[in-house]
């Protein structure tokens, strides 16, 4: 999703200044150019394997603000207009175009999870490098 919002900044951007958090022009415009290249980057590192445990670092410290401003913008649109939370619908941002509030959500929740077992997860079978230091020297006994 990160390289279709870098491959589309104007309406990527129209879509990070619809939450009303960033003010100033120039930090939309490093928002809306840098983050989906650094979304890309996370992604490419994953699925190499490398560097998981970092990666999965960001990506969940990505996550957890993002899912909160997703969130509270639901909540708005839910005030204004009232209905069923869960029929929301609305372009988050994401890269997918309009999403359902709830499922969104959810597949962010799981996002998460998934990003905290690898954060925590030992082993290092499918990774060409699985952390950012250097593994244990072997045991030579």
Same mark, same amino acid.
């Given at each position: 999703? %990160?390289?279709?919002?870098?491959?589309?900044?104007?309406?990527?951007?129209? +879509? *990070?200044?619809?939450?009303? @958090? +960033?003010?100033?022009?120039? +930090?939309?415009?490093? *928002?809306?150019?840098?983050?989906?290249? &650094?979304?890309? =980057?996370? /992604? #490419?590192?994953?699925?190499? %394997? @490398?560097? *998981?445990?970092?990666?999965? !670092? $960001?990506? !969940? /410290? $990505? !996550?957890?603000?993002?899912? #909160? @401003? *997703? =969130? !509270?913008?639901? $909540?708005?649109?839910?005030?204004?207009? %009232? %209905?069923?939370?869960?029929?929301?619908? &609305?372009?988050?941002?994401?890269?997918?175009?309009?999403?359902?509030?709830?499922?969104?959500?959810?597949?962010?929740?799981?996002?998460?999870?998934?990003?905290?077992?690898? @954060? =925590?997860?030992? /082993?290092?079978? +499918?990774?060409?490098?699985?952390?950012?230091?250097?593994?244990?020297?072997?045991?030579?006994?």
């Amino acid at each position: 999703m %990160g390289l279709h919002k870098a491959l589309h900044p104007v309406e990527f951007l129209k +879509l *990070v200044r619809q939450y009303e @958090i +960033l003010h100033s022009p120039l +930090l939309l415009n490093l *928002v809306a150019s840098s983050l989906p290249w &650094f979304e890309t =980057f996370c /992604g #490419v590192l994953l699925l190499l %394997g @490398i560097w *998981v445990r970092g990666t999965a !670092l $960001m990506l !969940l /410290g $990505m !996550l957890i603000p993002f899912s #909160v @401003i *997703v =969130f !509270l913008r639901a $909540m708005a649109i839910y005030h204004a207009d %009232g %209905g069923a939370f869960c029929a929301i619908k &609305f372009d988050c941002g994401c890269g997918a175009g309009q999403v359902i509030i709830c499922r969104k959500l959810l597949e962010n929740a799981l996002l998460a999870a998934l990003s905290a077992g690898l @954060i =925590f997860w030992r /082993g290092d079978r +499918l990774c060409l490098r699985h952390s950012l230091s250097a593994p244990p020297p072997p045991n030579s006994a």
